[in-house]
């Protein structure tokens, strides 16, 4: 379904990729509570701590790897 919706102007898509494609354009997040809120900023914050230490991880092991391929 994405491809088609990715790849294509708003013209060509057949008519029930553009109604799915207007229905997740329209959608709006159900409102939170503060302690729903504040649970998904931890959530949110231990997510992206876990990114940080596996992109750092990546950066190294390229690092490393730059030393054996010198051009």
Do not use: D
Request: charged share 10%; with cysteine; net charge positive.
């Amino acid at each position: 379904m994405w491809t088609a919706i990715l790849y294509a102007y708003h013209a060509q898509l057949p008519a029930h990729l553009q109604v799915r494609l207007q229905a997740c354009q329209n959608w709006e997040p159900p409102l939170q509570t503060k302690e729903q809120a504040s649970a998904s900023i931890s959530i949110l914050m231990n997510w992206l701590k876990r990114i940080q230490f596996k992109l750092g991880q990546t950066e190294v092991q390229s690092a490393a790897a730059t030393q054996f391929y010198t051009v």
